[in-house]
């Protein structure tokens, strides 16, 4: 079986930094893309960011980019999410997944190209 367990959130004030990891367990990780996404109290859930299992390439989210960066360590089976600068309109809750098809090519990352979902883990940003 397939799991993605995500960690690292909490509570931070604006203009702090977290980390956020994404350990997957029951496949290859180095074979499958990785994405972040996130949703907000009242809102949508939406991409943040994602990177490649080919090249490392990674995507980001227009309200990322300078602030997030996605990294991944294959050998440990474990994807990242460093977030700095962090805003009050990032609070939310925070999930990983897995491309749902190997090698597969990276953009914003959309829901449905995206499987196995973690159980999430909540960012905090106060004023």
């Known amino acids: 079986e397939v799991q993605l367990v995500e960690s690292g959130g909490g509570l931070v004030q604006t203009g702090g930094s977290l980390r956020l990891s994404c350990t997957i367990s029951?496949?290859?990780?180095?074979?499958?893309?990785i994405a972040w996404f996130r949703r907000a109290p009242g809102k949508e859930r939406e991409g943040v960011s994602s990177i490649s299992s080919t090249d490392g390439s990674s995507y980001y989210a227009d309200f990322a980019k300078g602030r997030f960066t996605i990294s991944r360590d294959n050998a440990k089976n474990t994807a990242y999410l460093q977030m700095s600068n962090l805003n009050v309109e990032d609070t939310a809750v925070y999930y990983c997944a897995k491309s749902v098809h190997p090698f597969a090519r990276i953009g914003l990352p959309r829901a449905n190209d995206y499987d196995s979902w973690g159980q999430g883990t909540q960012v905090t940003v106060s004023s």
């Open positions: 029951g496949l290859n990780l180095k074979d499958y893309s």
